[in-house]
Structure formats: C-alpha cells, structure tokens
C-alpha cells in the first residue's frame, strides 16, 4: 500500500532531505509539496539535484487538498509551524519538524522561545520523536515533534546513563559541535562561506541555547528530579554532522555497559569498541549514529561521544523512521543508506 | 536471483563506494572482498562508515574462491590490474576499475602508461565502459574497461557534438576542475588537507594527462578522422565533483540539439534548459550527470559544462551500471540515489 | 610624512582588507572610517580581527571632515560610489574600489551596468588602476579607478601577448576560478557555506559578466582593433583566490618571452620558470600575481596560468600600491607580506 | 643591528611560517636553512609561496657554519631536536620549536614520548617559552623550549585562575578544537583532505594528548600541589585555528577579573567583554590570542574559550617573541601582523 504524503516548507533544507530520503522509499508517494513563499515554482528550479524526481510543483498551502494526505510533514519555521498545524484536518497525522512541540509544557515553551504558544492543546497531544525512547507511543500518535538535532545527539550520549543512574547528575558537560546545515537555509552573515570557512567558535554560551529546553524536560522526567546540564555548541566548517562530547562523573565500564544495553537491538544506533571515537565522516548523509566511549585517566570520569548527520539522523531521517512507524511501516524503510564517504 | 559479487582492492575510495551503492541492490551479495595490503581486517575497520553492514573481512585475493563468484569488480590500481586480472578465471564476468584497458591500442598505452601492456590479449577483448555508449556491446562483454572519471565527463560533453558534426574539430578546449577524491587515498603531499583546502590549481598541463588517450581513441573513432583536444584539469579544494567546461565553435542551437537528442532517454544523463548552468553541489553523490549549454557573445561559439560525481557516475557508479548489463538486471538498479545537498 | 587617510565602506571586506594592510603601513595614519549602515559602531564589533588596532568609530559619510584628508579610499558598492565621489570635495585624492569609473565610454558604462552613469565628467578624468600599466599616469592621477580583480588577472594574462602580437586576437578563451570573497559580505543564497561548500560551477556564462567591459576596453587599445575574448568564470569553495586559465595560439616561446619580458622588473608578478603552474595556496593573503606558461601538444598552442589573491592584489593590495604611487611614496610600502601558507 | 639567524628544519611548516614573519624583521637576517631531507633545494621549490624572497638556498644541518649565527631556530620532528640541538655549540642561543625540552622532568619526560631522554643536562637548562609567563627568564636563556600549539591555548584560558585561586583545581574540562596544520606536513591518511573535510573527530581520549605533561608541569607548579585536568582535542577541517574550551567551577565574574587583570598589559593576548565568544577566524595568521568568558546557567560555573592561530601565536610566532626578547629587541617587531580574514 503506498501512503500518500503532503511535505509543507519543501524549500528549506529538512525539505529537501525528507524528499531525498523517500525517494528511496518503495510504499511512499509524494503528492503535495507546500512552500508559500515559492509557490508555483517546481522543485527542479529551488532544488536542482531533485530534478530527477518526479515531484509536484510547489503550491501554497492552503491550495493543498489534505483528504488525500495519509501524513504530512511540516518543515515549517518555529511558530509558523504551530500556526498551521492548528490549522489542518485534526485527524491527519503529522510529524513537525520544528521546535514548536517539542516541550510539552506551555510555560517552559514561553520561556525558551519567548512567546507564549498559540495551540497549547495540541502540546499536549504531541509525541515527542526521538523514536528510539518513544516507539510505542510514535505509533499510535497523530502528532509527533521531531527533536532538536542537538538535542537529539546530547540525548542519545546521556538518556540511559540517566536512567540507569550510572553518572553524577549535577557534573553533565556536553560540548557540542555542529556543521552550518543545522542553521538552515537563512541568509544571515555568519553562514556566508567566507565567514565559516576557516572559522569556528561557540555560540549560545552558558545555557543559553533552545535545546536545552528539551534537556530539562527529558533529563528530569528520566531522573525524577530536576537535571540541568552545562551545554555548550560550536559552529564548525561543514556542512553535515553533529559531535557531542559529552563529560561525565561514574565509571567508565559502568558507562559502556549502559549505552551498550540501551542501543543493542537499535538498527542506527551503533556502540563502537570501548575507548574508539566517532567522526562525523562516518555518518554523513546516513541515519546512523556512532556511539563511543573512552576512560578518562582521572578515575570514575568517562567522556562519551557521539556523531551523527543533523540533517538525517538530527532530523528528516528521524521524521521519516517515526513516520514509517505511524503508518505502520517498518521503521528503516527507506533509511538504510550507507554513509557517503568521503 | 542473488549475484554473487566480489570486490578486490576493496580499501580504496572507489571499493567503498561500490560497497556504499550495492549495499542498497536488491539482488547482489557480496561474498567476497581483497584488499593484499590490509587482508584479516574487518570493513569496520577500514572504513567505519560501512561498520553497519554484514560484510565478509578483507582477505588476500589468492584466497578468494572465484568459482562462487558471478561477477567481480576490480578496483586495483593501474598495472597491478592487468597482471591480476589475467590471473583470474577467463570465464569469469569481469568490471575493471583501472586505466589497464580502456586503451585498445597496445602502443597507445604504453605511450601513455610508460610501460608494455602484459595482456595484450584481453585489452583487445575489453569492452570501453562508457554506459551510454557501449551499451549492448557491455551487455554481453566478459571484461568490461570502466573509463577514466575525466574521460567520462569529457566524453558527455563532446561525443554527440562530434558525432553529430556540428563542431569544429580542430578547436575544442575542455577545462576541467575535480575534486580531490579522484586521486584515492595515497599519501602524497599535496593531497593533504592543509596544502589543498583555500589552494586551487592547473595540472598535467599541455596535453600530458592520460585520460588524454581515451580522448584520442574515442574521438578519432567518432569522427573517424584523427581529433586531438586541449585538456587542462585542475584541482579543487573539494571531496567529490567532476566540473568539465567545454570550449566549442559551432551554432549554439545545434549543439544544444545534439546534446538533448543523444540523452533524451538516458535516465541518468540531464541536459538542463538552455543557458543553465551545472553545479557539482547539485549531483554529489549521485549517478546523475547534469550538463548545460550556453551562447558565447561570439557568434558560432557555445560553451557547454558537465557536472558529475566523479566517485558515482565517474567511476564506481558506472561500474555498477555496467555490472548489471552484464547480469541482465535493469541498469538503473542500486543507482537511483538522489545527490546528497547539502 | 604621514598621510592622513579615510575609507569609505569600510564595513566590507576590502575595506576590512585595506585597513589590514595599512596597519602595517610606516607613513599612512587612518582618520576616518565611513560606513553609513554601520555608523556609530566601532571596528571591534564589525570586524573583530582588527580590535588590536586602535581606529576611529565608524561614522556617516557627510560627518568627515574631508578638508583633513589626504588621500580617501573609496570601497563602496557600484553606482553609490559615483554618487559620493562626485560630492566630494574635487581637490581630494581617491582611489575607488567600485566599477563605477573602470570605464571611459560612458555608453559601455550603460551597456554593461545598466543605468546611465551620473558623474560622466568624473569618468574621463579617472586613471585606470591596473598599476604595471598605468603607473605614470596614477602617479599623477587624483582619481583613480580600481579594476575588477577578475579583469586585473586576465589582463596580466593578456596584455603584454597583444601588445607584443605573439597571439591570434580572435581565439583567446579565459576560463577563470574564484574563491567566494570576490562577491562581497553581502546576503545571497549562493554564497552561504551549506550551498557553496563541496559545490563549485560556471556563472555568468557566454559573455555577460561585467568585467568584460574591461577586457574590451583595454585589449581593444592595446591591440588598436576590437578584440573579444571569451570568459567564463567558476565559482570555487574557497574564500580567497583568483585563478585565471588562458587558451591562446602563438608560439609558447614567444608567449613565454612576452610575459617575462613585461614582468622581468615588476615587484609583485612572478613568471613561474617554463612548465609550471601557479596554485592560489601561493599568493593567499598577499599582493603577489604568480604566472605560469605552458606548452599544448597541438603546435603553436599555449595555456597561460596566472593566480593571486581577489582581495589583496585583485581590489585592496592594488588600491594600496597605486596609493603609494599618488602620495609619492614607494609603490611597494606596506604591501611586501609574504603569503600565508598553510 | 641585524641578528644573523639560522633554521633547521625549514621545509616544515612552522619552519615556513618563521620565515614568513622574519621576513617582514627589521632586524632579522636569514643566513641559513638547514632540511637535511631537501637539502640542495631552494625555498622557491619547497614552498613556492615564498619565492620573491631573497633566502638561502636549503642545506644539510652539518654543513652550517653556526659561528656566524645569533639565534638558531629548530624546528624539527621531536627527539632529532634532542640529538642535533645537543650537537650544536654550547653558547649558541636556541628556540627550539619542539616537544624535547618543554618537560623539566626526565622521567615525565619518559612517561610522555616513551623514550629516555639524550640530553638531560639540557632539559634543566631550557626555559619554558610561554612568553607571557617566562618572560624574564626568557630574556636572559641561551635554549627556549617553545610550548606546544595546544599547550599554549589551554594555559592562557587557565594559569590566572590557578594562581589566583578562583577556580576548583579539580574539576577542571579543556575541550578543545584544532586545525589540521598543527599535525605538521607528514604523509598521513587522517591528514588527507578527502578525509578531513566535512569531517570532525576526538582523538587522543581519556587524558592520553603529550601536551597533558605541559599542563600537569605547569599547573601543578603553579598551584603548589597536583592539578590534573581533563583534555580532549579535536581534529576539525580547517588548516589554521585552535580553539579551546574550558569548563571551570567558580564564579564568573571572579574568573573574568582574573584574566582581565593577567591580560591587561599583554600586547597579544585580548580579552573579550564579558559573555563574547572569540572565533578561530578573527586570529589567523597573526600573533593574537582573544578570549571570551561567559557565565552559566549553573551557579558558580563560568566557560572560558579561547582563540589562536597554532602556527603562530601557538608556535613560530611564539618563537620569534621568543627571540625577540633573547636578543633584546621588543618582542613584537615582526609579529603586529593583523589577522587575515576572511
């Protein structure tokens, strides 16, 4: 059975990854592809390496007829995004890849996003999409929030040291470090090439960033307490790929064996030996994740790394795994594409 | 039905990128992968991006048991090629990889190789890889000579302008920048990234670069008269892409002609609408190659540049495309990737 | 002496670039920094490479005291440029970073801008600025009009082959490569890293680029006849760095002769001995122009290669060395940095 | 007074990137460099991007006649230092820009390089080269022991707040990100561009890095008893630029009046307002040093990064300071370069 699916904010880069990732997919049909501000315009002139493709030419959304979607995803704009989805059939599934309702609690949204939500009812009904620790519930929900990217890579380091309480919980240092793709497709100066190339730095210092909203939440319903890490993320000269180093207080072994339990029967989750380190080369452009872990020389200290594609595996890739699982899918269907390297 | 498939040199950048496009055929399995230099370790090892597949270890190519074998790759360097190669079963389905015999012409290669051909024999046997071209005698060839990965994308530039006479063949400039990955994973010091990135130049100048043979072989055959270009790569501080700029005198509508009519049913060969130009962002990873004309000021002059991913469509991509003539699947099976972007 | 200097623009990169290399510069004492956009900002913030330096805040153009100055660079955007200029005080020195005054015949003005120029008095009086060219004249000059730094290194490529009438005029093709600083800071799609990084293509193909005025303008005086050459420029993943590739016919010897013969005294272009060729890794960051010439293998054929860096030699460094000339200084202060490699 | 200068080890980087800033020397004379390896080569041929200088032409290390050499700069590989310095005239003054006498300790010394070391009674006499902090002893040394790249970085952001004891000795994170070129020019896979771009990675996990000895030397020392850090550096696709990252437990505002007041009379080192981040962009190719303090979220805890380049103020730049001082001259002649960017 082939599932027909409506993609809005086809124009940005999560859009354009989700097309390229179902391409692959046999049981998968585009049939509406939403961009308002370039609508009438077809995907060969906004994206010319999907010219290939058979696609639909971008239209308005409102000009989508959604009876004939089986899911749609919203690679929308924070804030745009939960204007919209209020405003579609309250029946079709839709997997949001914004920021918009990743935190289920309104009051935690204003604070991190800086206005108050416009379709708190609907914060509460969403799933949150980090398929690895909500598969059932993906299943059975009609609206799921695709994490942060970040977020989803920090998680991916600290959720089972958490929940099998193997480190400290008030001495968590993630340090992250991001390639510009994660920034989408907006023209602001410091994404120029001449600006990033040959630079990189910090940005958001002192927990300042968004995602630490979704840290806060999930870390703290996992530990049943209050966990507030220290994060820090770098903007680095690539394109693709996340690298969280993450700091932790426990033993080491205790450490890998954690992650090792946690991710055992994942199919993209993959724990390398004890003491090799991930490299974003070896992801790019794949859903998989690489998981290491090293033992620090200062005893009971262990750093845990992680890499993975923030725009597969960070985002569209993630969308497409839980969208698979909504429909009743296999999840990896059509997520199987080995890293392109080099 | 399952081809059994094996891989020798499989630790270069194009055994990795065949491995990468097979992992998502349907009907090939890979029983078997040399590599003499790094035989007894594992692909996780080699190449940690492929750790997610159920792949065999790497082992000596006398270890192989060939009689299991439907068709092998051959990804050797030059020279080593042939003298293996004339080592293997004659009756085994042979896709080469190497320059060892794309040339026909025994004196021709040593001009350009240096040394004398040690299998004269089958360089009369092979067939020229270049899919669009060759395409029934590659399916029913045993050893089939995949093309230079400039020679390639020169080739879609200027094979049906020559054919179709509407250049001048006595002035046609092809100007071409690649990326660094067509060099493989030697260890020469300019390969390195602190010489190559920020560092663009012009090599082989004046005629000097051996995919030059190929030119001269193919294009005299066309023409059927004796055509010598002018050929000047040059390399550019990127992994993967193949830009070839063409320099032709003829009327620009005609040469467009040309162009679209010899790939109007290619499904990996895209002539863009007149005036555009090709990007390698827009094919990076890809079996696709895009190819644009443009009107020069000066009347009876065009310019017509191809992009292509030189580790896909330029090398291990079309080997694939080759591979499956040979097996009698459909040739576009495995390949129909879209490019990674960004 | 010291020279009291303004810049006007200073907010870009070649004004960010004038001001590095007159940091160094015994005799030149910057007093005022014009940036309408950014007026009120000190450099720190804008460009926090030179927070070291000691400069003035930047201001509104109208709040200098011009009566001060003794020599204004003018690094504006095309068409503001003439308009300021012309409001200056008209005993002022300038040396113009824009295209505004490239050209003499304000109908080419018009062909290749677009509008009508609105300081047509100031377009005769202005001094071409390609220094090895004009050097007497500049020297002279209280108007002097940068070139185009693609138009500067197709011209050291060029000029002394027409001039010494060792090349056909009616089949030159230059095919030329730049690094993206060469398109300003300003906020397009195209020059974002996500989107130029791994992706390199031909722009403004088959005669419409702009600096082809100045090829037009300058080869046709030289050679007393219309010349027209053509020109395709690539854009390359690299920040820095112009690399001009020109096809010509004549006798390599002579082309050889010709260049080392105009170059044999110059302080900043070095003919490369016979054979080799150029890297922009050579030049990055300096005021050199390297030139390599090679022999074809088709007789009478040869490929001229000239590098240099767009911002230094190409806009800054040029407007620098012509300064020197205009102030009655050595052509050279300030400008002997070695490049920087890696 | 021009000092007469020598060095070995030319054909590196860090030896090309002396000669860049000797280069633009008042008072520097190269007589002399020695690169047993291309000995007979001229510097135009080892490193083209320096060939408008006047040097000597590259020669065996024995056949330098050191009596006529002020100041003697080594820069070769770690342990031939030991075995060439050791061999050179006892009253000849050195910087010397390897690991061999960074360490006080023969058997740290051991526990870090794996070796004994040969000349022992020297690694007494040298002095450790972090200007900032040896200044005196500098001064009045005959062997200078530069600092590794990373070393360096890491000891800005922490040696004020040890000896000001602000900060919780033992908890202390460096996370830090460098450049490829810090890895010198040896033929290594990791090192290639195909494998480094679009590529970041951790290595040396755990507390296993050799700049560890110089941090634990320093730290320790300083502080009066055993401080031992966490570190971790990584490998990030750019040629130039460390940027280190500190995790440190005490209040912010303390910290930053620590380096504030460390800083203030340092002409290279600058430190940011409070909350602004530095960038490996607005250092390279000069001799600065910015760092950022930012506060976090957590009470008590501050994040210090800090910016250079690791050719030069990380090591050659370094060097000349060095030397500047062991000749008494101003130790910023030659090294008021401003950054390059973009």
């Given amino acids: 059975m082939t599932h027909k699916i409506a993609i809005l904010g086809a124009s940005g880069y999560t859009g354009a990854e989700l097309i390229r990732l179902i391409a692959t997919h046999p049981n998968m049909d585009i ?3 939403g961009a308002n501000s370039k609508a009438g315009q077809s995907m060969a002139q906004v994206f010319p390496h999907l010219r290939h493709l058979d696609l639909p030419d971008l239209v308005k959304i409102e000009d989508i007829d959604f009876t004939k979607v089986d899911l749609c995803f919203c690679a929308l704009p924070h804030k745009t995004s939960q204007e919209v989805i209020s405003a579609l059939p309250h029946d ?3 997997v949001d890849l914004s920021a918009d309702f990743r935190l289920r609690d309104p009051e935690a949204y204003e604070t991190w996003y800086g206005n108050p939500h416009s379709a708190v009812e609907m914060q509460g009904e969403a799933v949150y999409g980090l398929t690895e620790f909500y598969r059932e519930a993906i299943a059975k929900a009609r609206l799921v929030a695709g994490t942060g990217c970040n977020a989803a890579t920090g998680q991916y380091v600290l959720r089972p040291l958490i929940a099998d309480g193997v480190i400290d919980l008030d ?7 991001c390639g510009v793709s994660g920034a989408g497709r ?12 040959e630079g990189y730095h910090a940005y958001a210092l002192g927990g300042t960033h968004r995602h630490l909203g979704e840290f806060d939440q999930e870390f703290s319903a996992i530990a049943g307490r209050e966990v507030k890490i220290q994060f820090t993320p770098h903007l680095i000269p690539a394109n693709r790929g996340i690298l969280a180093t993450g700091y932790v207080k426990g033993d080491p072994d205790a450490v890998y064996a954690s992650l090792q339990n946690a991710y055992a029967d994942e199919p993209f989750i993959e724990v390398l030996p004890m003491g090799e380190a991930p490299s974003t080369r070896h992801i790019r452009g794949s859903n998989f994740c690489h998981i290491g872990v090293s033992r620090d020389r200062i005893e009971g200290r262990a750093i845990v790394v992680a890499a993975l594609d923030n725009l597969t595996k960070g985002s569209s890739g993630q969308a497409l795994q839980n969208a698979n699982l909504m429909l009743g899918e296999d999840e990896t269907v059509g997520l199987m594409l080995a890293p392109v390297f080099p």
């Fill in 31 to 33: 049939i509406a592809l």
């Fill in 171 to 177: 001495d968590i240092i993630l340090d992250l470090k």
């Fill in 92 to 94: 079709l599934r839709i």
């Fill in 186 to 197: 907006s023209l602001k100066e410091n994404l120029l090439h001449a600006e990033l190339s």
